[in-house]
């Protein structure tokens, strides 16, 4: 009978919550990692000894020797992003492709995917003067393929005359779209085709049925970490939408977008920031003034560094909001949290903390489903001191200042989710542990 204890990592908020870090901190503690929705609109960050490694498709694990990472078949694909990376880690002197398995079944993402995503926004903001803010990647165009059963897979690149058949009829529909509904250019076929050709020598040695070499790593007794990207309010489903990505990002597709059985989820670890931030377009009830010098909302932006890891876009900053957190909280079972960036509070002299939301006269304990009622809600609010003494680098929970743990421990009595670590610095050496998620219960 196995032994092995799997956890899986989310994001709580609206992604960029410090996922990377904490994977490759986790990582020490298992024999396989899995990134299992998403695509490379996502952003890992990661510092070990002062040096720092951004990643966008390949798991965060695969900076810990000796661990295989996989990329499960709820991601969809760019091969050219995939071997940038693969190429950018190995000339960092990081063994890659020893270690990485790559689902045969991924959806890719090609071309004429981030055409039609630009051409959309464009088009959107011209008629509207609105947009989504997606990333401009082809993510969301990639998973409607997915979705209405035409994509391209990565198997599809072991029979290049299929691949041509399918790209053509593709091409015909996307290029009707570009050239007669959005005004853009059309696309040719043979680039695209003979670059993927050349993509597929690479990329072809790495493919694995995923689901099946989990079950096998299971049975051997290995413990995996699920890494999800993005965050639950970006949730296809449960986030705010229409402003969000195009997949499920909550813990329960760690099993759909691997290939194994709830079953093999033993522990969801929740990553919420110390406040809270937002890329892109949509409401965010606590945002705060995050561009005039001298307001904690730009106290957050310049010293927690808030740009995109993927896009460089400036995050928008705002106060804690625990109704959003219970709402994630429910959505993904959670069994623990991991507070990030709590040393970005040091120096403030008071905080808050949404507890509630006032909305048409009542009040709402839990953040609303769909964007249009969350824009309406007024945040309720608990005032709490800060601390000037710091935080960073503190691995001693009995170190930290009283207030700040004072803040904390209003955090998960608000939210009803146990805190089990607590970053406060950006290095993975920089964590204080309460309940190692991998210890059995």
């Known amino acids: 009978m196995t032994t092995a204890r799997n956890v899986v990592v989310v994001g709580t908020q609206w992604g960029d919550e410090g996922k990377g870090k904490l994977v490759d901190w986790l990582t020490e503690s298992a024999g396989g990692v899995i990134r299992f929705q998403g695509g490379h609109n996502a952003g890992h960050t990661i510092v070990i000894g002062g040096e720092t490694t951004a990643l966008h498709l390949i798991p965060s694990g695969i900076l810990r020797p000796g661990v295989t990472c996989y990329i499960g078949n709820g991601v969809v694909l760019s091969l050219t992003k995939l071997i940038e990376e693969i190429r950018q880690l190995e000339a960092a002197g990081v063994s890659v492709r020893e270690r990485l398995r790559v689902s045969e079944i991924c959806p890719l993402i090609l071309p004429l995917h981030a055409a039609l995503d630009v051409a959309r926004e464009a088009h959107l903001e011209k008629s509207s003067g609105t947009r989504i803010g997606t990333t401009g990647r082809g993510i969301g165009p990639a998973y409607e393929d997915k979705v209405a059963r035409r994509a391209l897979r990565a198997q599809d690149l072991r029979n290049p005359t299929r691949f041509a058949a399918r790209l053509r009829d593709l091409l015909a529909l996307y290029n009707h779209v570009l050239t007669n509904m959005l005004g853009a250019g059309p696309l040719a076929f043979q680039p695209i085709f003979d670059e993927a050709m050349r993509q597929a020598e690479t990329v072809l040695p790495l493919l694995a049925d995923v689901s099946a070499e989990l079950h096998q790593a299971q049975q051997a007794g290995a413990n995996l970490l699920f890494e999800g990207a993005q965050g639950t309010m970006l949730d296809i489903d449960h986030g705010t939408y229409p402003y969000v990505t195009s997949s499920n990002c909550v813990a329960g597709n760690a099993a759909a977008g691997s290939g194994v059985g709830p079953g093999m989820l033993h522990y969801v670890l929740g990553i919420t920031k110390a406040y809270c931030t937002r890329v892109g377009s949509g409401p965010f009830p606590t945002e705060l003034d995050w561009q005039t010098p001298g307001t904690p909302g730009h106290h957050m932006s310049h010293v927690g560094a808030e740009k995109g890891v993927t896009t460089g876009r400036d995050r928008r900053c705002g106060w804690f909001d625990a109704a959003l957190l219970k709402r994630?909280?429910?959505?993904?079972?959670?069994?623990?949290?991991?507070?990030?960036?709590?040393?970005?509070?040091?120096?403030?002299?008071?905080?808050?903390?949404?507890?509630?939301?006032?909305?048409?006269?009542?009040?709402?304990?839990?953040?609303?489903?769909?964007?249009?009622?969350?824009?309406?809600?007024?945040?309720?609010?608990?005032?709490?001191?800060?601390?000037?003494?710091?935080?960073?680098?503190?691995?001693?929970?009995?170190?930290?200042?009283?207030?700040?743990?004072?803040?904390?421990?209003?955090?998960?009595?608000?939210?009803?989710?146990p805190i089990a670590l607590v970053s406060t610095g950006p290095d993975r050496d920089q964590t204080i542990v309460l309940r190692d998620p991998f210890a059995a219960a």
């Open 328 to 417: 994630s909280a429910q959505v993904n079972g959670l069994h623990g949290l991991c507070i990030t960036k709590l040393d970005v509070l040091d120096g403030l002299e008071e905080l808050k903390i949404c507890v509630a939301y006032e909305l048409e006269g009542r009040r709402v304990d839990l953040l609303p489903l769909g964007a249009e009622e969350i824009a309406r809600c007024t945040p309720i609010y608990e005032v709490m001191p800060g601390w000037h003494e710091t935080t960073f680098g503190v691995t001693d929970y009995a170190r930290l200042p009283r207030n700040a743990v004072s803040y904390l421990q209003r955090m998960e009595a608000l939210c009803g989710v």
